[in-house]
């Protein structure tokens, strides 16, 4: 009967949910909130111990493996655009590095929760779903950056599409304009419903003097945009003064959840 220590297995099993939850969210073309991942982890490796205690281990049945998945990707991918999608990768990759534990453990003779095929599972794990998904991951005409707003206190993470289609711009002062969904958005106006008319946004008490119209034509037809000013801004880390943000409930997509020109994000 192999010797089990509660604090290797903890630490290991933390590193390694870690890892899944990271792993999950690059697949899902996420912004990394690492510290979800790490609480995540923590609870993922709190399980991995208790099912192991005297009385609890009850909690290793089917019905406790799935409520304990659960709550690890709901702590990871809570609040996401796609969270129910997250979530069922995160149960994807999780089984890929089972399968992957597992045949190991049978080929080389060692328990499951050795450190070296812990480790060597995760590798082939990664590798595997690297070569998976690497032909989406580069696709040439689909670059993404990372947006960061903050205002009010409040503060938003997401991604956008470098769009080179998208030319919009404010008639008055000539400002480039980001267009943002309002999922995106909702952390920065809380309590707000940001998928309402333009004109609507811009006549709300609670909102007044934020918002303002500006006119847009596209392929579809024409129509009025509401935009703000954040703050602050940054775009691939680097922080803009220049930019408006529109609400725009077009601007998303597979991996992105605003539209920014390609122009204005590497010339400006």
């Known amino acids: 009967m192999p010797i089990i220590y509660l604090d290797r297995l903890f630490l290991l099993n933390l590193l390694i ?23 995540a982890g923590l609870l993922g490796a709190a399980y991995a111990v208790l099912v192991l205690l005297p009385g609890l281990r009850f909690l290793g049945g089917a019905v406790g493996k799935l409520a304990a998945a659960a709550l690890m990707a709901a702590i990871a991918f809570g609040g996401e655009q796609h969270a129910l999608r997250c979530g069922a990768v995160f149960l994807c990759v999780s089984a890929a590095f089972g399968g992957a534990l597992w045949a190991l453990s049978l080929a080389g003779g060692y328990p499951v929760f050795d450190a070296r095929v812990l480790l060597l599972s995760f590798a082939l794990c990664y590798a595997g779903l690297e070569l998976l998904f690497r032909g989406r991951a580069r696709l040439p005409d689909r670059p993404r950056t990372e947006v ?20 919009l711009s404010d008639p008055a002062t000539g400002a480039a304009v980001m267009l943002a969904c309002p999922h995106a958005l909702a952390p920065l106006f809380p309590g707000v ?31 009025l945009l509401a935009v703000f000013r954040p703050q602050r801004l940054t775009v691939g880390g680097e922080e803009r003064r220049d930019l408006l943000v529109a609400v725009s409930s077009a601007a998303q997509g597979e991996g992105f959840e605003a539209l920014i020109n390609g122009e204005t994000t590497f010339h400006h």
């Open 17 to 39: 949910d870690y890892l899944l939850c990271l792993l999950s969210a690059r697949v899902c073309g996420l912004v990394l909130k690492r510290w979800r991942y790490a609480l």
């Open 148 to 167: 960061w707003l903050a205002l009010g206190g409040r503060e938003s993470r997401f991604m956008a599409l470098i769009d080179t289609g998208n030319a």
């Open 193 to 223: 419903d940001l998928t309402a008319d333009p004109v609507t946004l811009t006549a709300l008490p609670s909102l007044a003097g934020r918002f303002r119209l500006i006119p847009y034509s596209a392929v579809g037809g024409r129509g």
